[in-house]
């Protein structure tokens, strides 16, 4: 049984034994705790708290066959020590430690069936974080699981270095980052592997998180720097994308209670070729982003930027837009929804991130 699950049913039944009548949890309560219970067992969620948003997963997405959920939470006033990693060709195994009031803290093993050929110790420094992690990969070709898509190499980013990769790289990758002390765990399915891995982040007070930026990591100007926020109760109606061989410049049309507001433009001191519309249905949401870094050229020539990008909704996908590179990213995400775009943008879009909120 997912030990998440397990301990979500057993603090609401507890609560129930309260001596006190007037201290036990109304029956919409306990009905609420007992179908997160249920959800997480079926790896649907795997997690209760409101402070958490889910992304992910790369890899194989089915909790059917030989995979099981695993998740790896890091609790508050617990710091990420040491991750335990079973490598070969691909991903065996993981295996976290944590510290907390000088007390050690091991995690389940995630995965580990089989093993590799390398087991490999990873610890962080005391005021190293991690800041994102990149991977790929691939369908098996051969032996009991062929057929089956696996995670076949890991590496994680840090505020002080990269620590990888391990396993063995493949050229269907993913990579994302995200911003220091957003880190809240990892989860995913595995079996005899790790068959496929998400992220928690943590989220702000306001119930927000940011995931990103993609492209340019040159030194910030405030000129440079724009967002984009979906106000409460608004709806994401049309993006506008002015586009060629690159992403020159975007712009977002909300609308509430049938009146349209149009944000500023990002980018666009250059035009492109094309300007394409995307327009949402009312009931649409965007669930996922993807794209690519390239470089530009002309001009201002020279410099990191989008070159593509693609929306994808709960009911269909948009794009590609731009000219598709082979640096790409991707973003998904599961408990948590779209809450809008912020980057860096002058001439053209040189980077993009996403704002995420909790559902609750």
Not at 12 to 40: H, S, T
Not at 110 to 117: F, M, P
Not at 199 to 228: C, E, N, Q, R
Not at 349 to 358: H, P, R, S, T
Request: some cysteine.
């Amino acid at each position: 049984m997912n030990l998440s699950s397990l301990n979500t049913f057993a603090g609401i039944a507890y609560q129930c034994l309260n001596p006190d009548r007037n201290e036990r949890p109304k029956m919409a309560q306990i009905v609420e705790e007992l179908e997160k219970a249920y959800k997480i067992q079926d790896c649907k969620v795997s997690l209760t708290t409101s402070e958490i948003i889910q992304i992910g997963l790369w890899g194989n997405k089915s909790s059917g066959g030989p995979y099981n959920c695993w998740d790896f939470i890091l609790e508050k006033d617990h710091k990420l020590k040491q991750i335990n990693i079973d490598h070969g060709d691909l991903i065996y195994s993981l295996t976290f430690i944590t510290e907390s009031k000088g007390i050690l803290y091991t995690s389940e093993k995630a995965g580990g069936r089989n093993g590799g050929g390398t087991v490999t110790e990873k610890k962080f420094k005391e005021d190293e974080e991690l800041t994102g992690i990149k991977g790929t990969i691939r369908v098996l070709s051969e032996g009991q699981y062929a057929g089956q898509t696996i995670l076949s190499s890991l590496t994680f980013i840090t505020s002080d270095s990269k620590r990888g990769p391990f396993g063995q790289e493949t050229d269907n990758s993913f990579y994302v980052p995200w911003e220091k002390g957003n880190f809240g765990g990892f989860y995913g399915l595995s079996g005899d592997h790790i068959a496929g891995i998400g992220a928690y982040m943590k989220v702000s007070s306001d119930g927000i998180t940011s995931i990103g930026k993609w492209g340019s990591k040159s030194p910030v100007h405030s000129k440079t720097l724009w967002s984009f926020r979906l106000e409460k109760n608004h709806h994401l109606k049309r993006i506008t994308i002015d586009h060629g061989y690159l992403i020159f410049s975007l712009m977002f049309t909300t609308e509430f209670r049938g009146d349209e507001k149009v944000s500023d433009k990002a980018g666009g001191r250059i035009d492109g070729d094309i300007v394409s519309e995307v327009t949402f249905a009312w009931d649409e949401e965007i669930i996922a982003v993807a794209g690519t870094i390239g470089h530009s050229t002309g001009t201002y020539a020279g410099y990191k930027i989008i070159s593509s990008l693609t929306f994808i909704t709960n009911k269909q996908t948009y794009g590609p837009y731009g000219d598709v590179t082979t640096r790409p990213f991707n973003l998904l995400w599961d408990k948590g929804s779209f809450a809008g775009f912020y980057g860096r943008g002058g001439a053209f879009i040189d980077a993009i991130g996403v704002y995420l909120k909790n559902d609750v």
